[in-house]
């Protein structure tokens, strides 16, 4: 029987308050058997891993601060994050990266605490799990010295050009595609991408409560929270994927199964 694994849920965020119990339960229902939970920040992290250490083999979490918290980083905050990291759920260093589309933090900061993400990965060996939005030029240039020694890596959310896609797979990188790519209006450009990036470096993901997939049925949507994005909305990703390459959705749900369990072990 098919299934997926969404490999970027924002459960810490305050739109899934009082929430994540039943929440947890429309995923598994959805064929949905396993997330990984998003560390943002280090108290995002370790609330993140708490969560996740309460339903085994089924929640995983990452350990990272987002370029939109860089300015919260601290003396202590890559410490914090490596004890995590120690943790078997734990399974990859991020979210990580460059954000310069809001610059929400200031880029120097943005590129210190990214390095330090990469000098992370590097010693605890655990997959880079990255972001990056306006910001390709810089944010290859910053990995590009790191490449030799990096650990496998994703970059999720991926919503670039054709080019940015390709330099990514030419360095060995996987692409992680959200609700974005049924966006036909904002990114229409997106459908070009998932025909051209091979299925297996694809990996799949809802980065719930955000990037509501627009092929999701009205009658689907939860009423009082009619934007929100769950996980249980992940096989309307996969389902855009199949028709952009005219194959099944079960060929999909099967092959990104398959290369989210190598690649972050579970
Ligand atoms: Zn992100």
Redesign the pocket.
């Known amino acids: 029987m098919k299934n997926y694994i969404d490999i970027g849920i924002n459960l810490t965020n305050r739109q899934f308050h009082n929430d994540i119990e039943h929440i947890i339960q429309n995923a598994l229902e959805a064929t949905v058997t396993q997330m990984i939970l998003t560390g943002t920040s280090v108290k995002g992290s370790e609330e993140a891993l708490r969560i996740a250490k309460e339903y085994p083999t089924v929640l995983y979490s990452t350990a990272g601060i987002?370029p939109h918290d860089a300015k919260s980083r601290d003396n202590q905050s890559i410490g914090k994050l490596k004890k995590l990291l120690v943790n078997k759920e734990v399974v990859a260093v991020g979210?990580c990266g460059l954000d310069f589309d809001r610059d929400f933090s200031p880029r120097d900061q943005q590129e210190k605490c990214y390095k330090e993400h990469l000098e992370l990965a590097i010693e605890v060996q655990k997959p880079l799990f990255l972001?990056e939005r306006a910001a390709f030029t810089r944010f290859m240039a910053v990995t590009k010295d790191y490449l030799p020694q990096l650990p496998k890596a994703v970059v999720?959310?991926f919503t670039g050009t054709l080019a940015e896609a390709k330099t990514y797979l030419n360095n060995g990188f996987y692409l992680g595609f959200t609700g974005a790519i049924s966006d036909t209006k904002r990114f229409a450009h997106l459908e070009e991408v998932v025909k051209y990036v091979p299925l297996d470096k694809i990996m799949i993901e809802t980065?719930a409560p955000f990037m509501l997939p627009k092929n999701v049925p009205k009658a689907n949507l939860v009423k009082y929270h009619e934007r929100r994005n769950e996980p249980a909305f992940l096989p309307y990703v996969a389902q855009s994927i199949a028709s952009f390459k005219g194959i099944t959705v079960e060929t999909v749900a099967l092959e990104t199964t398959k290369n989210t369990k190598d690649f972050f072990g579970i």
Do not use: V
Request: proline share 0%.
């Open positions: 987002h979210e972001h999720h959310c980065d």
